[in-house]
Every structure is written in C-alpha cells, then in structure tokens.
C-alpha cells in the first residue's frame, strides 16, 4: 500500500509565476489535508477537503491560494502569483473515512523556492 | 489564541540513554494527541498517539504520557539509538477528522 504521494518534491518559481502542488493520497482515504511548514518551524494547517468538498479551509491566505479534491485524481493546491514568502515546504496528510483516531499520514512534501 | 509549544528546543543525548520530549498544550477541548517525528527532507512520520480519556500509552520503546491536569504531554524514547536523531513534534487535534495544530519541534540529536 503505498504511502501519500506528492509531486514534484521540488519546485522553483519566479516572482508572479503560478505553482501547482500534487497530492494523492493513501489508498482508501478520502480526506486530505495541507499544511505549510517555514523554516525551522512546525507545521501550520492550510485547508482540509473531501472528494468535491472543502471541509475547512481557515488556515488558507484568503488571497491567491486555492486547493480543490476532484472526483478523480489528486488534491491539487495551487498558488497564483507566487511572491517570496511562499517560500516554504508544503505537506499533504490523508486519513481515511472511518475509524476511531482517524490518522493523518503525511507526504514527503514539496519544497517551493520563490526566487 | 490556543497554541502547542514544547519546553526544550534542543535535546542532545548519548546513545542508549533514555530521551524525554516534553510538550505543553492550552486547548482543553482537544481529545487527541500525536508525535510526530520528522528526519531532514522528509515529511512527519507518525510515532504515537494518545486519546484524552488515557494517561498513558506504550509503543515499540517509546511511551506518550499525557497529563491533562497542567496540560502536558511527553514522549519517552527508551535506548535511544542514532536512527532516533530528528525533529520531533507534538500534535493536537480538537475532533476527529479535524486539523492538527502543532508544536514547534524539538530537535534530538543523539551522540554515539
């Protein structure tokens, strides 16, 4: 059973440029959730969707950030007009529909470079 | 607001040692707690978890005990080994399938 995938692990973006960041998640889950990690500090929640549903979106910057859970394929979560403090890495979690603890389990992250 | 903090930013300890990370929490409605480890270029791995009706909770060397009298959490590494060197953070969640707020890190380093 593979674990959360997410692509690419690297990306570099210019000032104005838009970034894409991928995110499937572990087979059988349906709930995804994003977080923003900056440099030597923890984790901070960005947004929480189910398959076509935003559940919780509080943590996302209400201006050019937007993440979306399509029927089919991955969750996407996509910055538009990237300045430098979007440098940072940003890690997906799944969990699965059912189950007392309901546990996220993270991706490997994407690493965004604004330069 | 409610917030996640840990007590030592630092931890360095000798292999084999016992290592303990102290975590303090302020929201009193959170049932559910997580460590995580997280090792460099890498995203958080899940270690163990703790619900709010428990005090205590054993896993493969390590311990979580959780206080919810002054609001701490712990995690115990026994023999901790060189693989154990990371950042380690604690995690709560308010209800199930809700976000988790998280802790600064804790960044244990063990000397062989």
Redesign the interface.
Known sequence: NAG?M?NPRHLVRRRGQEARLRCSPMKGHS?V?W?RQLPE?????MV?LQKENII?ES?MPKERFSAEFPKEGPSILRIQQVVRGDSAAY?C?S?PPRG??????????TRLTVT | GESVGLHLPTLSVQEGDNSIINCAYSNSASD?F?W?KQESG?????II?I?SNMDKRQGQRVTVLLNKTVKHLSLQIAATQPGDSAVY?C?ERET??????????TQLTVNP
């Open positions: 959360v997410q709930h959730y977080y500090e923890g984790l901070k929640f929480y919780d943590g890690f979690a969990s007392p603890g309901r546990e996220q389990y993270f991706g490997p992250g | 559910y997580i995580y890498k995203g958080p791995q899940f978890d619900r953070f995690a199930s399938g809700s976000r988790l707020t998280f802790g600064e890190g």
